[in-house]
């Protein structure tokens, strides 16, 4: 969510004439994006903060602004911060090009994180200058917020309550998309699986919304992030996707943990074995489906063995690949009043057990691909790709699977944007290697 909101005012400044540098010591405004997930996220920031106030002795006229969920928690309080000139909600996107001109021309100091009930001008915001990750993929916000109440997660209070977009301003802002040649679309939402909006009688949900979706020309791949496990709207969700080959079988369900005492505790409304009879289902009903998770360690009060479950719930489910953290109290939520009881050395020990396991499972999956030709939508040059490229005009690309899987070949840069098919020769645990074959 966070990609596609700095791609958004990317996007704004753009439009406004205001070039990129990749020096921020050249710069004339710094834009910092923030994430209140975890602490040690914030921190990261107010260590770039420290670093821009340095910057800024030389350069005084250079102006920062802090901007999402960071800038939402502390207001006015990181307007204090003697390197922040503009602090700016995440449902305040549509204004940060202007508070930053006017902070450049008249050195205005100023903070907008109230009232995120205020939606329709950011619906305007993504419908006007549609923004893409890459040439071929774009995400498109459907929901905003959160209704949840896990008891360990800052989301809700920052991003307020959940709030649906409208049908026809999706479908608009994914026409434009693909116009510009985007082909595959991933919906987001902080529980996205609740999609529900009222059209005068009937009800639109999440599996009415993919089904539209990929009906768009152009479009040829949907996906959806993440999915809350409940059974409301799982099965029509899954049918789409067994039914329509748009829909990528690809499913991010985070489980939390495999502790049922723990799962209580985090006011996540299901059990371990309740979590695996929907993978279950899932995998019987589209088969092949590759599903991806995020579990939390060292949540308070948890024991080896609530742990150990955890491990073994990963040994189970086979994911593809799993997003570990270690747990952080953040202000303001329900565990942030329970003692954070596991020492930071458990939770590291705990987070790299989890992480080693899944590594061995997704070697194995990453394995099972040598061989096999698979569809690629190319990104771009691979991190590692020389940026001009070789004599020949061939560099190092980077796409991937409509699984996920990040696939790195040789090809052209006229790629990028495209499918092609590659055959798979070679593979580390998270990425596959390849040569293009058509
Ligand atoms: N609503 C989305 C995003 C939540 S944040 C979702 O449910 O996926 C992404 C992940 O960060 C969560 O799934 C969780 O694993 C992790 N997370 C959230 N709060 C955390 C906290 N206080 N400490 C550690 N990890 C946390």
Redesign the pocket.
């Known amino acids: 969510m966070n990609k596609l909101d700095t791609a958004l005012v990317r996007a704004s400044l753009e439009d406004a004439g205001i070039g990129l540098t990749d020096h921020p010591s050249q710069a004339d405004l710094v834009i910092i994006n923030t994430c209140s ?2 602490d040690h996220a914030e921190q990261r920031v107010l260590s770039h903060l420290g670093h821009l106030q340095h910057i800024k002795r030389s350069r005084p006229r250079m102006v920062v602004a802090v901007i999402g969920c960071m800038a939402q928690r502390l207001g006015d309080q990181l307007l204090q911060h003697p390197a922040v000139d503009v602090v700016c909600g995440p449902a305040h996107l549509p204004d940060v090009v202007r508070l930053c001109l006017e902070a450049l021309i008249n050195k205005t100091r100023s903070s907008v994180t109230d009232n995120w009930q205020e939606t329709d001008r950011l619906d305007e915001l993504e419908t006007s200058r549609p923004a893409a990750e890459s040439p071929g993929h774009a995400y498109v916000r459907v929901m905003r917020g ?1 209704n ?1 109440a ?1 008891s ?4 809700p209070l920052v991003r307020g309550p959940e709030r649906s977009r409208a049908p026809a301003a999706i479908l608009d802002q994914v026409r434009i998309l693909a116009d510009r040649g985007v082909r595959h679309i991933t919906l987001l939402g ?2 996205v699986n609740a999609y529900r909006y009222r059209l005068g009688e009937k009800t639109v949900y999440l599996a009415d919304l993919l089904e539209m979706v990929s009906s768009i020309s152009g479009i040829h791949w949907v996906s959806f ?2 999915s ?1 496990p409940t059974e409301r709207q799982f099965e029509p969700i899954l049918q789409q996707m067994a039914k329509n080959p748009k829909v990528c079988p690809y499913l ?1 369900m ?1 489980a ?1 943990s495999g502790s049922d005492r723990i799962l209580a505790a985090m006011n996540r409304r299901y059990t371990a074995c309740q979590y695996i009879d929907m993978i279950e289902k899932a995998r019987a009903m589209v088969p092949g489906i590759a599903i991806a998770g ?3 360690v060292g949540f308070p009060g948890e024991t080896d063995q609530d742990f150990q479950q955890t491990l073994a719930l990963i040994n189970k489910v086979r994911y593809k690949n799993c ?1 570990v ?6 202000p303001g ?1 329900a ?1 942030s009043r329970m003692e954070d009881s596991v020492p930071d050395q458990v939770k590291s020990s705990r987070n790299s057990q989890l992480l080693a396991a899944q590594q061995q499972i997704s070697s194995q999956i990453a394995s099972s691909f040598i061989g096999k030709t698979v569809t690629v939508l190319v990104e771009g040059p691979s991190k590692k790709a020389d940026r001009f490229g070789k004599e020949d005009g061939q560099l190092q690309l980077v796409g991937r699977t409509n699984t996920d899987w990040p696939v790195v070949f040789t090809g052209a840069k006229g790629m990028v944007g495209q499918f092609v098919q590659v055959m798979i020769q070679d593979a580390s645990p998270f990425t596959l290697f390849g040569t293009c074959v058509s």
């Open positions: 997930v975890r959160c949840r896990c360990y997660c800052i989301v902080q529980t992030l993440t809350y991010h985070p939390q995020d579990f939390i997003f953290f270690k747990y952080s109290p953040r939520t565990s």
